[in-house]
């Protein structure tokens, strides 16, 4: 009762006193039954919810008994309840001291398997929770039912999107208990992409791919969300949730069809994505990335050829893996009629999936609400992207946003991440409407934005993110456009690709099946960039003050070997030269991927230097300022490293050739009014590489034409870039109004 009341000290010197009467047994006895009382009235306080008295007793009892596991993680319960995230983290640490002790061989099974069930649910994310199972291992306990329950709980992370990196370390040790379970294979190969462990990501990807083909890995009943069936028999595999979608294992994707089965096509398609991107991402193993993407193109080719049945949850990645041709190879015919003939059969299974076969957006009740005029006095324009946040898209479609004209236009943008840091926040004051729609299924999205009444939908991320595409298949809006993101995705939905006199050459509209819709000058425009403080000096890396220095900065995705070759070429024939690489991913292959070449060239590695990340885009842009000359990538350019490295007045180099993703660059120098480093062929590359590093005078003379460019070009040109697109909106409608 004292204890109840507050009076700790009185209560504490009352049971103390009591116990000290008795001899050694009464005393290990009366102090067993004092704690059975604590802990039944800590749980009593808990159950009438009070539980930061019930964390009080729970203390009391940790020092009557250290070592009590129960009541350990009775206090990490508590504790969680009541926001006492500090006791929270003392616990944790104290749990795991505890798994490091004889004590543990000494509680019995159902202690431990208990103990794991309830930290796997209180602290999913802490390494104690790791060390829990693997002390449950080491005890020799039931492994199987370990395993189960290791598994049960990643599934359950996955379908609430709450899988997150640090839980890497359980996810592996599910898998060493479950080592034919495809679904955690995935699960732990994009665990690894997101910790930027390429290397790793790969193996299990790779791995994945080979299980593929074994029958029964993926053959286990689970309903149209890819969930185990209610009363089937309870095995790991049987909880082995084709892949890891959380947006769709929450009902986003799939018809009414009840229950299917998963084949291993699923598993095949799956495996190639993860492991041709890692192997991508990892910048040094690019022939093994091709010869995966033959296998695959020919897999997609026998879906459409027999209109082979793929599990809906799946059907979204399908787009996604279409962006990997345009890093290999500069063919955009191919590319692209394959693309659209893919794309074309995928919104076709889309729509018979999501919406039996219709638009979401219904032409004739959407038109009716309008007076038909196609001067209407104002547009609704919706941008669609996961990218509004501090990302290459957010950087620059903020403009547009900023200098959009809100007496014509009200613009609403909806998000599909959840990333709240200053430039999402910054975005969403700027527009009419901003919607979150980053925990939303494919067809909320789209009728989200048909609830809205959108005129232009304007997609920013065309396939390079997974929940963008079959969105615009269902067709939320009567006009529909790709801009800015990446290039076209043959979606006959799309009705427009928005671009500029340079960035497509005029062959393009042969194979697009969008409508190519050109603006005057460019189709980008900012009206700068914040730069931070420089944290890279020459003397850093031991370059001298003279010496030149040639600069690229991009992630594994685009560095070509051929391309990368001509680099290393070009630095061996400038004297006092170094090239220093910036890559966004794993930095120890591109370092390899690099020193092999060199070494294949005759350069020495000491003119090679590797930069690690920085902490912000402002700093990196603040870094540009080392280097003389950037060395563009083909035939995959840069876009907005190449819009920094220009506003910051440094020379670029670019190899100019004819997709979309080999023009960028072009099109932003062309713009700039700056056309010395724009290489047609492999061999003026390489000129202008050694012509621009052994011609200081030239290189000034470029670098001061930049900086008069900011006053005149229209790639600095914001507000008349935005009056061009919005005459190009009022255009689109006025063509959709007329032809209705």
């Given amino acids: 009762m004292l204890l109840l009341q507050g009076q700790e000290a009185e209560a504490q010197t009352i049971w103390a006193f009591a116990i000290a009467q008795g001899d050694l047994e009464q ?55 009541s926001d006492r995230f500090p006791e929270a983290d003392l616990v944790l640490s104290q749990i795991g001291d505890f798994l490091e002790s004889d004590r543990v061989s000494q ?61 890497l370390d359980l996810a592996k040790l599910s898998l060493r208990l479950n080592p034919d379970n495809g679904f955690l294979l995935a699960r732990l190969s994009q665990l690894c992409q997101d910790a930027g462990n390429y290397s790793e990501s790969a193996d299990y990807a790779l791995l994945l791919l080979e299980k593929g083909n ?27 949730i084709g892949f890891f979608s959380p947006t769709f294992a929450k009902g986003g994707f799939g018809g009414d069809s009840g ?48 209109n082979r049945q793929i599990e809906p949850i799946l059907f979204q990645d399908l787009m996604v893996t279409l962006a990997f041709p345009s890093y290999f190879a500069d063919e955009p015919q191919a590319t692209h009629e394959f693309r659209n003939q893919l794309a074309c059969f995928y919104q076709g299974r889309v729509r018979q999936e999501l919406s039996q076969g219709r638009e979401v957006y219904n032409k004739r009740d959407r038109i009716s609400k309008t007076d038909c005029n196609p001067e209407k006095s104002r547009l609704c324009i919706g941008y669609l992207s996961s990218c509004f946040y501090r990302h290459s898209v957010g950087w620059l479609v903020r403009w547009l946003f900023e200098e959009s004209d809100r007496d014509r236009f009200d613009i609403y943008a909806y998000s599909l991440t959840r990333r709240p840091d200053n430039l999402q926040q910054y975005l969403a004051n700027l527009v009419t409407k901003f919607t979150d729609l980053s925990a939303s299924s494919p067809q909320q999205i789209a009728e989200s934005i048909a609830e809205d009444e959108i005129d232009i939908l304007v997609d920013l991320d065309s396939i390079t993110y997974r929940l963008v595409s079959p969105v615009l298949a269902l067709k939320p809006a009567p006009i529909q456009i ?114 092999q070449i060199a070494a294949e060239v005759g350069l020495e590695q000491e003119r090679l230097r590797f930069l690690p990340q920085v902490d912000s885009e402002e700093i990196h842009r603040a870094n540009l ?6 060395l563009d990538t083909y035939p995959y350019n840069g876009a907005t490293t190449t819009l920094e490295t220009l506003w910051m007045g440094i020379p670029v180099v670019t190899r100019v050739g004819e997709q979309f993703a080999a023009r960028n660059s072009y099109a932003m120098m062309m713009n700039a009014g700056v056309t010395e480093g724009i290489a047609w062929s492999n061999e003026e590359y390489v000129e202008w590489g050694i012509r621009l590093g052994t011609d200081p005078d030239l290189r000034q003379e470029i670098s001061w034409r930049l900086y008069q460019s900011r006053q005149t070009s229209p790639l600095w040109n914001a507000t008349q870039f935005s009056r061009d697109m919005e005459k190009a909106y009022r255009e689109m409608w006025q063509n959709y109004v007329e032809a209705w």
């Fill in 259 to 306: 229950a299917t089965t998963f084949e291993h096509i699923e598993n095949r398609i799956r495996a190639y994505h993860l492991a041709i991107s890692s192997l991508l991402k990892m910048g040094g193993e690019w022939e093994s990335a091709y010869n995966l993407l033959q296998e695959f193109q020919e897999l997609l080719r026998s879906i459409q050829v027999e």
């Fill in 27 to 81: 005393v290990e006895a009366w102090t067993i039954e004092l704690i059975d009382i604590l802990q039944g009235e800590a749980q009593r306080q808990e159950n009438i919810g009070e539980p930061q008295t019930a964390l009080l007793v729970r203390l009391h009892i940790r020092e009557l008994a250290p070592e009590n596991l129960d009541n350990l993680l009775g206090i990490l319960r508590v504790a969680k309840k």
């Fill in 482 to 595: 790709t801009w800015l993101g990446w290039d076209a995705s043959g979606l006959p939905g799309v009705d427009y690709f928005v671009a500029d006199p340079y960035v497509l050459p005029d062959s393009a509209s042969d194979y697009y099946a969008a409508k190519i819709w050109r603006l005057p000058e460019t189709y980008i425009a900012v009206n700068g960039f914040e730069v931070g403080v420089p944290t890279l000096r020459r003397d850093d890396l031991g370059i001298t003050e003279n010496a030149v220095v040639y600069l690229s900065s991009q992630t594994g995705y685009k560095r070509n070997p051929e391309n990368a070759r001509l680099q290393l070429q070009i630095i061996k024939e400038v004297p006092n030269s170094y090239f220093l690489v910036k890559n966004i991913g794993d930095i120890e292959s591109v370092r390899a991927f690099f020193q």
């Fill in 214 to 240: 074994i029958e029964g890995v993926w053959s286990k009943p689970v309903d149209r969300h890819g969930i185990p069936l209610a009363g089937s028999p309870q095995t790991p595999l049987k909880n082995a």
């Fill in 625 to 630: 300022g080392i280097a003389d000359i950037v």
């Fill in 107 to 167: 509680l019995e099974a159902s202690q431990l398997i208990g103990g794991l069930q309830q930290i796997l649910e209180l602290a999913p994310e802490d390494t104690a929770t790791v060390r829990f199972a693997e002390a449950c291992l080491a005890a020799d306990q039931d492994s199987p039912v370990i395993g189960e329950i290791l598994l049960n709980k990643i599934i359950q992370l996955s379908a609430e999107g709450n899988l997150v990196p640090p839980m």
